[in-house]
């Protein structure tokens, strides 16, 4: 299909990483190169969008039901009455009562103990695991290499693998009979297919660090991770009697959608494989989205097997679709719940979505929000933990959602029986009120209720995501955080926090600093009192001051090999895209461009570059600074 000399890897990796840019999964990159045009357009297409609404100050709105979804021939009324040809669930992905996710590498360690992670996930009695190339996985060096590099020797049952999970299971038993009072893991070899491996790909968003165009651009990262996973792993997974299977992240539209179909059919063809061999669950994670999503179902339909609520990127997108607004600004973070407003309305309309049926009557899956807390802290900071995560579940159970995701493998076996009691596989096709597309439909996507608003809430957004920024410099782009005002506190217990919680944490502020947010109350240490403007002064001295008691801290909470390198660079993406008066859409763009970068001078001349190329004509710069 195209020639050899599409793309460029770079120097050394080849050899570095023979089993993972094996011939055939080269071939595959190269033979899908030419997508990469189209994800170009479609990202500047994404932009434009953005960029207009801004200018008109125009509110998303749903689509002309006459219209026909972009890269389709599908109808968008077709496609919300259900007139396209779905997809059986496969007999693996029926029952995911919990789906636990995490990446399959850790940074800078040995292949020993990097494929911890994956031994850990496939022995956690999780009936999925979302092993995520995405948001909890660090880029730092290569390892979105070793994570790929880790799944096949798993998925092959590689010696090295087996010898790491005996170990494992050894440890998950004691931690389990100490805190569970039995063992979790009673056979580790019957355990290890127990679970449907999952692979998140990054989104169309993100330009692969490794790889680029001859030309010395980037090349998309969903590209690569497709290519890379499915033709390295679909023979030993089908030989298994498993699904391939993978999470679509950050769509916007069912034209992206379709796109992304695109590219897995030719993926498919190209290595000889049914078209709609490759399953797919996508996120929610994009408000846009929510105003497309029967449109999505349509645009996957034969590959199509459910939607995931997510909670951090969809705020985050909903902040972002509305900075133009001066009357939008939401509260503290920790008020923005499934069950607040907006979230409440998109929750419903996901059902709404998943149990409306397709020409044949299929209804596809609803996979519940992500549960980060984690059971390590004090005898009441856990058990307070443990019961706000029951009823998390047990309130998404009753919603009619057929399982939800978990952080960490120990939330499995204390999450998973809210669906074991009630016993049912999946609840599809329950019966709800059909979508409906009215103006207040639209307005309740955007629906703001009453919440707090205060300093503590600022320092809690501020510490988190600098700490976030921070630990993505580390190589940990899934770790587990807290503010530092509780740092020593095992009451507060500290969450799974991954790239979206960043990103939420960002929007928030540059909320509050630009629309002249108010505060709810007042507060002692600041003199600030209830009524008064959040300020740019306020949100300088706010930043001074967290940063000040991340460098104190200790070496648990923040590593002291950090506090000279990656955390000062936090820091400064933090302040610049914050008090940036155009707002940027991606706080993991910044960071991505730093990846590596630990000095400050050299990461304040990329901040600008990025920031003075968006501002002027919504460039967004994503390729590997540092390729050569």
């Given at each position: 299909?195209?020639?050899?000399?599409?793309?460029?890897?770079?120097?050394?990796?080849?050899?570095?990483?023979?089993?993972?840019?094996?011939?055939?999964?080269?071939?595959?990159?190269?033979?899908l190169s030419a997508f990469?045009?189209?994800?170009?357009?479609?990202?500047?297409?994404?932009?434009?969008?953005?960029?207009?609404?801004?200018?008109?100050?125009?509110?998303?709105?749903?689509?002309?039901?006459?219209?026909?979804?972009?890269?389709?021939?599908?109808?968008?009324?077709?496609?919300?009455?259900?007139?396209?040809?779905?997809?059986?669930?496969?007999?693996?992905?029926?029952?995911?009562?919990?789906?636990?996710?995490?990446?399959?590498?850790?940074?800078?360690?040995?292949?020993?103990?990097?494929?911890?992670?994956?031994?850990?996930?496939?022995?956690?009695?999780?009936?999925?695991?979302?092993?995520?190339?995405?948001?909890?996985?660090?880029?730092?060096?290569?390892?979105?290499?070793?994570?790929?590099?880790?799944?096949?020797?798993?998925?092959?049952?590689?010696?090295?693998?087996?010898?790491?999970?005996?170990?494992?299971?050894?440890?998950?038993?004691?931690?389990?009979?100490?805190?569970?009072?039995?063992?979790?893991?009673?056979?580790?070899?019957?355990?290890?297919?127990?679970?449907?491996?999952?692979?998140?790909?990054?989104?169309?968003?993100?330009?692969?660090?490794?790889?680029?165009?001859?030309?010395?651009?980037?090349?998309?990262?969903?590209?690569?991770?497709?290519?890379?996973?499915?033709?390295?792993?679909?023979?030993?997974?089908?030989?298994?009697?498993?699904?391939?299977?993978?999470?679509?992240?950050?769509?916007?539209?069912?034209?992206?959608?379709?796109?992304?179909?695109?590219?897995?059919?030719?993926?498919?063809?190209?290595?000889?494989?049914?078209?709609?061999?490759?399953?797919?669950?996508?996120?929610?994670?994009?408000?846009?989205e929510c105003f497309q999503?029967?449109?999505?179902?349509?645009?996957?339909?034969?590959?199509?097997?459910?939607?995931?609520?997510?909670?951090?990127?969809?705020?985050?997108?909903?902040?972002?679709?509305?900075?133009?607004?001066?009357?939008?600004?939401?509260?503290?973070?920790?008020?923005?719940?499934?069950?607040?407003?907006?979230?409440?309305?998109?929750?419903?309309?996901?059902?709404?979505?998943?149990?409306?049926?397709?020409?044949?009557?299929?209804?596809?899956?609803?996979?519940?929000?992500?549960?980060?807390?984690?059971?390590?802290?004090?005898?009441?900071?856990?058990?307070?933990?443990?019961?706000?995560?029951?009823?998390?579940?047990?309130?998404?159970?009753?919603?009619?959602?057929?399982?939800?995701?978990?952080?960490?493998?120990?939330?499995?076996?204390?999450?998973?029986?809210?669906?074991?009691?009630?016993?049912?596989?999946?609840?599809?096709?329950?019966?709800?009120?059909?979508?409906?597309?009215?103006?207040?439909?639209?307005?309740?996507?955007?629906?703001?209720?009453?919440?707090?608003?205060?300093?503590?809430?600022?320092?809690?957004?501020?510490?988190?995501?600098?700490?976030?920024?921070?630990?993505?410099?580390?190589?940990?782009?899934?770790?587990?955080?807290?503010?530092?005002?509780?740092?020593?506190?095992?009451?507060?217990?500290?969450?799974?926090?991954?790239?979206?919680?960043?990103?939420?944490?960002?929007?928030?502020?540059?909320?509050?600093?630009?629309?002249?947010?108010?505060?709810?109350?007042?507060?002692?240490?600041?003199?600030?009192?209830?009524?008064?403007v959040f300020t740019v002064?306020?949100?300088?001295?706010?930043?001074?001051?967290?940063?000040?008691?991340?460098?104190?801290?200790?070496?648990?909470?923040?590593?002291?090999?950090?506090?000279?390198?990656?955390?000062?660079?936090?820091?400064?993406?933090?302040?610049?895209?914050?008090?940036?008066?155009?707002?940027?859409?991606?706080?993991?763009?910044?960071?991505?461009?730093?990846?590596?970068?630990?000095?400050?001078?050299?990461?304040?001349?990329?901040?600008?570059?990025?920031?003075?190329?968006?501002?002027?004509?919504?460039?967004?710069?994503?390729?590997?600074?540092?390729?050569?």
């Amino acid at each position: 299909m195209t020639t050899p000399n599409t793309i460029q890897i770079r120097a050394g990796l080849e050899s570095a990483y023979p089993d993972v840019y094996t011939p055939a999964a080269l071939s595959a990159v190269r033979a899908l190169s030419a997508f990469d045009r189209d994800v170009k357009s479609a990202m500047r297409s994404r932009i434009e969008r953005r960029r207009s609404r801004f200018r008109e100050k125009r509110r998303i709105g749903f689509l002309d039901p006459d219209a026909t979804i972009g890269r389709t021939s599908i109808k968008v009324r077709d496609a919300r009455a259900g007139n396209f040809e779905g997809t059986e669930i496969p007999y693996d992905l029926q029952r995911q009562w919990i789906q636990g996710t995490g990446p399959a590498a850790k940074p800078g360690t040995t292949l020993e103990r990097s494929i911890r992670s994956v031994a850990y996930a496939l022995l956690s009695g999780a009936d999925g695991w979302m092993f995520d190339g995405e948001d909890a996985l660090g880029q730092t060096k290569t390892m979105s290499l070793d994570n790929q590099r880790n799944l096949k020797l798993a998925i092959a049952r590689d010696e090295r693998f087996l010898r790491v999970a005996e170990g494992v299971a050894k440890e998950m038993n004691d931690w389990s009979q100490g805190f569970l009072g039995r063992r979790i893991v009673p056979d580790w070899k019957k355990q290890l297919d127990f679970t449907t491996i999952i692979f998140r790909a990054r989104g169309l968003h993100l330009d692969d660090r490794h790889i680029r165009n001859a030309d010395g651009s980037g090349f998309s990262a969903s590209i690569v991770d497709a290519a890379l996973y499915v033709t390295n792993n679909y023979e030993r997974l089908r030989a298994s009697g498993r699904s391939v299977v993978l999470y679509l992240p950050k769509i916007q539209t069912a034209e992206e959608a379709a796109l992304w179909n695109d590219i897995l059919s030719a993926l498919e063809r190209h290595v000889r494989l049914p078209v709609g061999t490759v399953k797919v669950y996508v996120l929610v994670e994009q408000v846009e989205e929510c105003f497309q999503l029967m449109e999505i179902r349509a645009a996957l339909a034969c590959r199509f097997a459910g939607f995931n609520t997510g909670r951090w990127d969809y705020i985050n997108s909903v902040s972002d679709a509305m900075a133009w607004d001066p009357a939008f600004i939401n509260p503290n973070i920790e008020s923005i719940t499934m069950t607040y407003g907006y979230m409440r309305v998109y929750e419903d309309r996901v059902r709404r979505a998943v149990n409306t049926p397709d020409r044949n009557g299929r209804h596809v899956l609803w996979q519940g929000g992500m549960e980060p807390n984690i059971p390590v802290g004090s005898e009441k900071g856990v058990a307070d933990g443990m019961a706000r995560a029951l009823q998390g579940a047990e309130r998404e159970q009753r919603e009619g959602a057929s399982g939800k995701w978990v952080a960490h493998w120990k939330m499995v076996h204390i999450v998973r029986p809210v669906w074991e009691k009630v016993g049912q596989a999946n609840q599809m096709g329950r019966s709800f009120p059909p979508l409906t597309y009215t103006d207040q439909d639209a307005a309740d996507l955007f629906m703001l209720e009453p919440a707090p608003r205060t300093i503590r809430g600022a320092r809690n957004l501020l510490s988190v995501g600098i700490q976030y920024g921070n630990a993505l410099g580390q190589g940990m782009q899934a770790a587990a955080l807290k503010p530092a005002d509780f740092f020593g506190n095992p009451d507060v217990l500290y969450l799974m926090e991954d790239a979206a919680t960043g990103e939420i944490r960002l929007s928030i502020l540059w909320e509050w600093v630009h629309k002249g947010a108010r505060l709810t109350e007042g507060d002692s240490e600041t003199g600030a009192q209830a009524g008064d403007v959040f300020t740019v002064a306020l949100f300088e001295r706010l930043h001074r001051e967290e940063m000040e008691k991340l460098r104190r801290a200790g070496n648990r909470d923040v590593h002291d090999d950090s506090k000279s390198t990656s955390l000062p660079v936090a820091g400064e993406i933090v302040e610049a895209y914050v008090k940036s008066e155009v707002k940027s859409p991606w706080y993991i763009d910044l960071l991505n461009l730093n990846i590596d970068n630990f000095d400050l001078a050299t990461a304040k001349k990329r901040i600008r570059m990025y920031l003075d190329a968006f501002a002027a004509d919504g460039t967004r710069i994503t390729k590997n600074l540092d390729f050569a």
